[in-house]
Structures are given as structure tokens and as C-alpha cells.
């Protein structure tokens, strides 16, 4: 074919088995026509190489427009190109890319090798000497496999390190089937310095023999490289559909499905791609199974991890993880957003971390609209690094911006039976930097448990969302969260646990969160909590709504402040507080354990336009939708929703226009007041409830409304004498009738 002058293209048609040695490769066709490698007939046509040790079975030297596609009349694979050596370190590639081969595609083939090293990879994307790199290549709906009983090392490879433009760019992979690789291999397609516009999609990926050391089975690190794809892959198992037994990480290594490291200046995405039935091994330590890390500017969406559409389709991780890790740089953004992470187990009971989605890096980082459940694990530490973690941030990047939002994170499950202390929590912040700012909001967390039966100071701990760490700012708003599941033990239940001392050089503020404490608990010496500060660090805590409906135990309170180091009286206000009864309200620094909303007020210095009510008198079916599934809507058509409509104030830092429902919150005075909790209210249809005094002779009478004086009425000497009811009902942050502008403190209806 070198040497022919075409006068129009040419088609190649394989009629029987052949060998090829490497000496020729296809050069430049100078008539710019294009050749096609076909199969004669559906028959099974064989091209072999044996015992080649310097050139690449089959080279695309700079030539063009070359079409080899295996199918016959559209269907089938009958070609099959295989290269074999006995010194398998010298197996060569079977197909190589060189000096601007370009417009080059490869369907519909077997391609087979026994190669142990990745420079040597079946398939390689060579060099060049030309000013360009090569481009435009096909490689697509190949199967990629051993030689009998060999197994091949690496699927493909760049070979490239040139930079843009003699960097290999427009490449796509696509519809291939990768099996049956060696136990050695490091990476099945390795990516490494690619060029732009690559595109691994709609492949599968599968093997039947365990992997022994550190693992990459998509590697795609080239900083240079954007406007990438890595989507619509299936990951896992022995078999097509990831049945069969587990890929299985069998030793002390690191076994990632996806990693990409690419760079800002343009988007990567990795979508659609469904990891599962991927295992360590229990009896090796170290053993990490990561199902995508990402740096750069990267978009990961609409991934299934685990997922449960099959009995096989789960995930079973054996050392510290992050199913989805994000350790971006310092100049790039990533969205994390409608994943969804299930079926996931751990079972090795020690100090290891199983995270669903962990963040370590990147100057803006947005995570929002995952889902996280069926999460279960038995870890036996008791540091924060080591416990079930769905999300888990701890950002280091100077200055960065992490959101963490509209996330829902339920069915999860610490099983241990380790007998020292552990905790968990849906949500995680672990660390941050002095400068970043961290925002958790519009997070549904709900039905965590753990059937540890410890008892006493060693007893499990379950929180919604935890601050551990006092580094950088974090602001904690419009959380929905319900714990009401755990019962039986001695769990000690927190809604929201900020467990360390920050500073007054960072914020830390927890706003317009809706918390539901119920279930039970034995034993008779641990507390419960709506919120948790065990800490001395200062806080803002303002327009949540905190009930506790937890029985047993020694007691449980909608609020607990630990400490009054640091403590003032701006600290915490327009709250509504929810206990079982009215001496357990609230407690404080320590001692003061058990107090009615009053001496809670006086104790604490704060909550002045807070109210407190009993669960009696404020049934949880009648102010929420629905608390099972942490759907926190209020009901406008129940009285009780006037304990929240109204009944908050604008926060402007950070600003607080949304809400959990979409609803839009006033940010400032003038533009009224707003709902207390994580949804915000349209004027209920209910009138609010009624407060009634019998007049039984002259003086002041009171009107409360959830422990906050609303009203005094003096009484002098009526005509008619006495014994006679006067109600009230206070309509908070309504406008009075009659009248226009902005009256915030609402009005009362007296009659």
C-alpha cells in the first residue's frame, strides 16, 4: 500500500489467517484517499505477531483516513489481532500511532496481547516528529483481552509527553469491552498527558482475577489536557453487566475506578458511569477502593456508585476511602451533583474512614444534589478520621468555597461492636482553611442508626451534621435533619454537634435549621440533644427549630450548651425549642441540667425572642409534613405553625434568601420578617392559637406565647364586675389590618 499511487480508496479484504512482524508500518498516503481493512465474509480472521521485540505489530506512521472495522455487513467481530511473546516484558503493541497518524479508526476487533508492561500496551498512542500530534482517532466496540491463558498488562497508553500541539488530542474510546487483564496491571486505560477533547465513554470493564497491586483501571492524569469526557461506563464485577465475583483488590494497595487530574482552563465531566461490585479484601489492611477522584476543573453528575439494581450492583470497601474524592487544586471548581451512592458496606472493624463523598481540595467546591444511602460500616476507631461518613469535608485551599447543599442522606448504619467510644454523623466538616468558607444547607439527613450496644461514656454517638474542627468559616443553615429511628441503646442522639473550640477570628453559625429528635434509649446516664455545643468556641444560633421527642436514657434536651466559655447574649435567639416537658428545655455549662425555658433564658443570657413549647401542646404530625422522611415543611392549615411563621429575623450574613422549599426569605428589616426552620411560609391559612386570661378582679395580666410575653392587659374596675374571659391571638409578622408598609412585630387580635 506504500508504494501504490491510489486513484480512489481502497479497500483491504482479509480472506484468511496472517501473520505481520512489524517491519512495515502504513505511512502517509500522498493521494489523501482512505483504505479500508475489512473482513472477506463473517468468518473469524486472524492477524498474528510472534516473538516481534522492536516495532509495534501493526504502525499507523502519519497516514490518514485509515478505517479498520471488523464487522460484516454491519454486524459481528471477525477480525482479530493478536501479538504474542513469550518474553512477555517484550511483547510489543499491536497497534501504534505515530508522526500525525490522523482520522484512523479501529472497530468492531478482537485485540489481544499477553504484554506485562504498560509503555507496551496493546493499543499505543505514540510520539511525533511532525508539529502535530495524532488526532482524530477511533477506537471503538473492541473487545480487549489475553492470549489463552495470558493476560495483557494496559488496553491503551499515551506515549505522548508533548505538549499542545504535538500532544495526542481528539481521541475517542468508546463501546469497548476491557476483560481478562493480569492481576499486575496498574492501569487498563492510561491516559496520562493526552491532549484535549478526549473521550472514554460507554465502555465495560470487568475481570475475574484479583488485583494485587495499586490500581487505576481509567487513569487520565494530564494537567494540560480539557474539554474531557469520562462517562456512561460500567465498572465492576466478572462479567458484562458486573455480575459474577467482585473485582476484588486483594491487597494492601489502592484500587480506583476513575481517576482524572486534568486542567482548569477548560471542563472535564465524568457522568453516567455506573461502579459496583468492587471488593478489598477484609483480610489485608490498606485495601482502598475509590470509585472517582477528581482534580481540576471537573464536573461529576448523574454517577451510580453501588446503586442496588442488582443483587451484585454494591460496594465493598475495606480502608479509608472516598467513594468520590475531590482533591482539587487552587484555581479550579468542581461540582459533585445527582450521584447516587448505595449499597455500600464495610466490615473490618478498624480505624478506617468509609466515606460516600470526601473533599480535601479545590478553590471552589459545590456538591449538591446527591444522594447517599444505604451506607453501612463497622469502624472501631474513635478519631473523626476513622467512622461512616456519607459526606465528609476538609478542605485545606487557601481561601476556597466549599458548598455542601440539596444533598439527602438517609439508611445509614454503624454496626460495630467494638466496645470504645465512636460516633458518626451524615455530614462531616473535618477541616478547612483560616480563609475558606464552608456552606452546608438544604441538606435532607435523616433515618441514621448504629446496633453498638455499648453502654455509658462509650456508647455510640449519632449526629446529623457535626462541625470538628474550629479551622475556617462554616455556616450551617436550612438543614432538614431527623433522627428518630435509633432505639433500644444507649446511642446518644445529636441533631447538630459542633464538638470543638473555634475562635472569634472565624464564624461559625447555625441558622433556619429544622431538627426532630425522636425513638428511644436505656441506660440512665446519657443525654440526647436537638443542638449540641460541647465546645467553647462562639457561635450565632438563630431561627431554628430544635424538638426533642427522645424517651428513656437519663434525659434529652432541644438544647445544650456545654460551656459558658465564650458564651454571650447575642449568641442565640429567635429559635423555637420543643421538649418533652417544661423543665427540659434547655441545658447549660455543665450543671445546670434540666431547665425550664425561663431559667434557660436567664442562664444562658440569650433567646429573648425565642419561644418554648411542649410536645403536647406542639405535635411534630401537625407542624411538619412528614418527619420519617425528613420532609419539613411546615402545614399552614395547623394553628401550631404560627411557633415558626413570623418568627424569625433576616440574616444578611451570609445571606439567606432561599430556603429548603425554594421559598424566598426576606434579607433584610425592611423586608420583613421570616420563618423560623429549614422551610419558609406563605401566610397560613389557620389563625394562630389562642391565649385566654379569666379576669377575675383588677391588676395586669400576661399573655405568653411560647414562653415570650407578647401582651399585658391592666385591668381596673370594669363595669359589670368580673369573671369574664379575655383571649388573644398573636399573628407574628403579619401586617396589621387596615394598614400598609412594613410592620414586623406583627399584631394581636384581642377579643
Known sequence: INTLCLSGDLTVAVVGNTSEDGTNALNSIASGFAVYIIPSSSSTYTISGTGITTNAMIRFNGCRKIYVEGSFLGAGQYLVFQNYN??????????????????????????RSNSSVTTNASIRLGTTSGILGNDSLYISKNIFEGINSERYFTAIFNNNALAFPQSNSLIAITSNTFRKWRSTSTAIVDCGNLGDSIAVDSNYFYNDTAQTVGFNIINYVSTNSKYNSVSYNSIGGSAFDRSGSPLLNANGTTLQAIRVSTSTAGLTTIRGNTISNIAGNDAVATCIINGIVAIGRVDIYNNTLGGGANPWDTLHTTYDNGLITVSGGTTDTVNVYNNTISKVRYYRKKND?????????????NVYNNTVTDFRGNPGGTSTSFQVYPIRTANTTASNKTYINDNVINNVVQFTDSTIANSFAGILYAGGSTTGFTHIYNNKIYDLTSTNTNTGATAMIISGIQVGSATGNVFVYNN??????????????????????????????????????????????????????????PISLRNNIFYYNRTGGAGGFPVCVSSATNWNDTMSNNNLFVGLSSGNIGAYASTNIGLDFATWKTNSLGDKSSLAEVVANVSSANLWNNTANATMTLLPAQSVVWYAYGQGTPVNYPSISGSINAVTRSTTIVGGPTTIGCAEQSLPTAVPPTVTNTITGT?????????????????????????????????????????????????????
Open 353 to 365: 474512614r468509609t466515606c460516600g463523598i470526601l473533599v480535601t481540595g479545590g478553590l471552589v467546591v
Open 699 to 751: 391588676g395586669t395580666y400576661n399573655y405568653s406565647f411560647g414562653g415570650k410575653l407578647i401582651a399585658a392587659i391592666t385591668i381596673n374596675a370594669p363595669t359589670g364586675g368580673f369573671n369574664f374571659d379575655i383571649s388573644l391571638r398573636h399573628f407574628g409578622g403579619r401586617i396589621p389590618p387596615g394598614f400598609s408598609g412594613q410592620y414586623s412585630a406583627g399584631y394581636d387580635s384581642i377579643y
Open 86 to 111: 513469550s518474553t512477555t516484558a517484550s511483547t510489543t503493541p499491536v497497534f501504534e500511532f505515530t508522526n500525525e497518524a490522523r482520522a484512523i479508526a479501529v472497530r468492531n476487533c478482537y485485540i
Open 480 to 537: 432538614a435533619i431527623s433522627l428518630q429511628t435509633q432505639t433500644g441503646t444507649e446511642a446518644m442522639v445529636r441533631g447538630i454537634w459542633t464538638s470543638i473550640a473555634n475562635t472569634f477570628t472565624v464564624n461559625h453559625s447555625y441558622l433556619y435549621n429544622s431538627v426532630y429528635i425522636g425513638g428511644s434509649m436505656t441506660g440512665a446516664t446519657n443525654y440526647s440533644y436537638g443542638f449540641f455545643r460541647s465546645s467553647t468556641g
